[in-house]
């Protein structure tokens, strides 16, 4: 270790503080005046499915809906090039599957199918938006618990703190940008709040180590240490996991453009976070040496060990 440059990174504690700050305080004004943008998942509406003779592009789809006065459907390919799922938000009508046809049919040559037709209904929503709130907590809190069991309670403190920087930022994003927030993106921040606590505890695990071996250092060098000494792992992990949701975002197709973006966006805050916000925490609550040391025996319970 002595032979490796120590990479100051609680040198700019503060700064990443006021940077964490800042953009916490951005998403929470976003979501307060703004709020997320609930897609049909949410908020109701119409699912139609509808099978092509001949495969025919996306955007004619959206063109033809909107022409027709379907306003804000999301069409998106379902299994084949010749299966469109369109996702209407408007309410149920024993019509709508064949209005829809009708209106698909003026512009196309070959035969279109009416699969199904299915109706979300707001209280579907609103029971959603109530169970995946719960989720998170519960994810949180379990969380928290496994952390202090594993660790120590300042440890699981700095964790948590780390995922609601993550999980507050993610959806910051999501409300400043209006896109849709679907099953999709809370199945992707439920998955971010995994990908980073596992950063979290590899950098963790480190920090304990080194607070025990390390005789003669200060908690903030221990720290740099720790990160430094995980910073290559910290790295190959973010950057696959990058490529693989970069690709995932581009090519993924529209069904799953917002789960991509919103893992990307996870990773790349959750992967700041690990380093800066969770280690911030440590410092912020005097981490020591003793807080690791396990607590001497009392005399007593020395004599009377046999």
Request: charged residues 15%; proline residues 2%.
């Amino acid at each position: 270790m002595s032979e490796q440059k120590i990479i100051n990174f609680m040198g700019q504690r503060k700064i990443a503080a006021t940077f964490s700050l800042l953009l916490l305080l951005l998403s929470i004004g976003s979501l307060a005046v703004k709020g997320l943008n609930f897609g049909l998942d949410f908020t109701g509406g119409t699912l139609v499915e509808v099978n092509y003779s001949v495969a025919e592009p996306l955007q004619n789809v959206r063109n033809t809906l909107e022409k027709s006065g379907y306003n804000g459907a999301v069409v998106v390919n379902f299994g084949s090039d010749t299966d469109v799922l369109v996702r209407l938000p408007h309410g149920q009508s024993d019509q709508l599957g064949a209005e829809i046809i009708a209106a698909l049919s003026q512009d196309v040559n070959g035969a279109i199918e009416l699969r199904r037709v299915e109706f979300v209904g707001p209280q579907v929503g609103d029971e959603l938006k109530e169970q995946g709130g719960l989720a998170m907590l519960m994810a949180l809190g379990l969380v928290m618990l496994y952390v202090a069991m594993r660790f120590q309670l300042k440890f699981s403190v700095g964790a948590v703190s780390a995922l609601i920087h993550d999980v507050i930022v993610t959806l910051g994003v999501f409300s400043i940008l209006q896109i849709d927030f679907d099953l999709t993106v809370l199945a992707a921040v439920l998955a971010v709040i995994g990908y980073s606590l596992n950063d979290t505890i590899v950098v963790s695990d480190r920090i304990r180590e080194n607070f025990i071996k390390i005789r003669k250092a200060t908690p903030i060098e221990i720290i740099n240490i720790s990160l430094t000494e995980t910073l290559a792992r910290t790295i190959v992990t973010s950057l696959t996991t990058i490529l693989v949701l970069v690709a995932l975002f581009v090519f993924g197709g529209e069904m799953i453009h917002s789960f991509a973006l919103a893992l990307l966006v996870g990773v790349v805050i959750g992967t700041y976070s690990s380093i800066y916000v969770a280690s911030n925490v440590l410092l912020a609550m005097d981490i020591s040496k003793e807080d690791l040391i396990p607590p001497a025996k009392e005399a007593a319970e020395i004599d009377d060990l046999p």
